[in-house]
């Protein structure tokens, strides 16, 4: 129903896309840092669904998600469902393009082989 939030509890990892396709808004309110990298807003980028986080130090929130992409007010993103569509399509993008497995393998090898050469 509009304008209702639903806490689900614990989902098991094969229906998260089902629920991040259902949602309008993906929010992970978090304020500890429980992964090193933001896999599950990756997981909600895929689908297109738009996200707004919190930027936890020390977590991977940063690297995933990028200040006039992801990081909008929640009131903006509830109010403005063109905005709302546009934020998912640049998520979804920025998942495909920056964040998929290929481009992350590629980064991490770079980073392997300047370590190699500057020991």
Do not use: W
């Amino acid at each position: 129903m509009a304008g209702e939030m639903h806490l689900l509890g614990h989902i098991a990892d094969g229906d998260l896309p089902n629920y991040f396709e259902a949602c309008d808004i993906f929010c992970t309110p978090a304020t500890l840092r429980f992964e090193a990298y933001g896999l599950v807003m990756a997981g909600a980028m895929v689908t297109g669904t738009p996200i707004v986080v919190t930027d936890v130090a020390g977590s991977g929130t940063p690297s995933v998600n990028i200040d006039g992409v992801a990081d909008l007010a929640l009131a903006r993103l509830l109010a403005d469902g063109d905005l709302r569509q546009r934020k998912g399509i640049a998520s979804r993008l920025r998942n495909q393009t920056q964040l998929n497995a290929e481009q992350m393998t590629q980064r991490v090898l770079t980073l392997y082989r300047q370590m190699h050469h500057s020991a």
